[in-house]
Structures are given as structure tokens and as C-alpha cells.
């Protein structure tokens, strides 16, 4: 059955990531950990079916509350995937969404791309580590290496990123190989990423406990008390000094 090579498959890759990538994963969760522990935030940006990545942990149950995706509709595909691909190749666009964005010195950022060598998520990437803004890059990083760049700096995302994960993806995402077709069928790279980002998550979440600091978690709205306890973490993260002030909250003793 081709459904069950493909789960198959799935688990392959991410217990490759399990395998090869914790140290790449514990090292994003100590930055991000330090930049939530001085009132930072976690931003997250990808184009096209990436940006479901950068969607996952926001306002997710079990997540980080200080976690704010940078959607820009345009580039996503709910419409016109042409237009979308046209744009992610288009120079100067990642400024033009990084200052609308609220991002600033100080914060983190993952960056999501597979291919890793599009215009706008490079670009992001310069651009934010020029802010003084951490890039975490989650990129197929054996895709990105035998293509080349569509930016004019001549770099892939894995060239520009503080830290690099790899999401430990095919060339061209899809990895089964069958007589049903003439090319590869079956992504893994939206799979691979939302593990990724929600390893990081609890990582982070550990982390904070270890620093002393109550972790800033997501009850989910469809439990008992949720929307009370999920509310008063989003109140407090509305405003940036209040958020700051959150950093001295100790861990309550259980």
C-alpha cells in the first residue's frame, strides 16, 4: 500500500531529524529560551505551504504564548499560486514585511523554506540578523545545496541563518518512488517542519523551567478553565513591558 510506505517513510524522516538534529534544535531553544527570558518574542515566517509551519505554534495548545506568525497572505496559497511563486522570488519584499511586522532587536525568528533558495526568505533572513534579530532557518539542506540561489547575494537560507535545522528532506520534497507515476509523490517537508518547531517548543518550555521561570504555555480552549488560563497570558503579552516583567515571575512549586 503506498498510504503505508508513505507513514513509513514519514517516521524515517523524522527519526532522522531525532537522530541528527537535536544538537541544531537544542541550540535554537537556548537562544530562543534567552530572548523570552529578557521579554522577547518568537516570530515565524515561510511562503507558500511553509507558512502552514510558521501558522502551527501560534495560539497552539501545549505551545508558547510569545509566539507570533508573519502571514503574508500574498505569498501563502489561498490564491493564486502563481502569484505567490512570483512573489517569493521578488528582491526587496522581506523589508517591506519585516517593518510591518513588529519585530525588533532583540527578538528571534524561524524562517521556514524547504528549497531554501528563493528571494524573499533569504532576504528575510539578512535582513532580520542586520536587526539584530537571531534567525533560525528550517531548510532541506540537501535541496538547497544543489540548487542555486535566486537572490542577487548569491546565498541559500542555510548560508545566512544563525542557526540551521534540517528538516532532512528529499531534493523536490516528495520521496516515494512508484510505477503508479514518473516522479517522486508524498511531502514531507510541512510534516518535518511542524516537528520540528513544536520539538524546539518543549524544549524551550524546559529550558525556562530550568531558568526558574514559570513557562508562558497555551491551555487548550476546548478544556475546562482554558480560556481563563489562556487569556491571561495573552493580556500580558499584548503589551511588550508587561511581557518583560513576566520574566521575573518565578515557577510555582507543585
Known sequence: MLGYSYLHGVEAVISNIARTQMD???EAATSISDCLSQGGMLYLFGTGHSASV???PFHRAGGLVPVRPIVEQAMTLHGSPQKATALERLAGYADIILDDSGI????????ISNSGINSVPIEMGLSARARGITVIAITSVKHSEREES???SCK??????DIVIDNCGEPGDAM????A??????????????????????????KLHEMGIEPPVMMS???AGGDDYGAKWEKAYLDPEVARSLVNRRCPKR
Open 176 to 179: 516515494l518512488e512508484t510505477c
Open 181 to 206: 507515476c514518473n516522479i517522486k509523490i508524498g511531502p514531507t517537508s510541512t510534516l518535518a517542519g511542524i516537528a520540528i518547531v513544536n520539538a524546539m517548543s518543549v524544549e524551550v518550555i524546559g
Open 221 to 223: 480552549s476546548n478544556m
Open 150 to 152: 535566486r537572490h542577487p
Open 54 to 56: 510558521a501558522v502551527e
Open 104 to 111: 525588533r532587536s532583540g527578538d528571534s525568528i524561524i524562517i
Open 156 to 161: 541559500r537560507l542555510f548560508e545566512v541563518a
Open 24 to 26: 541544531a534544535i537544542g
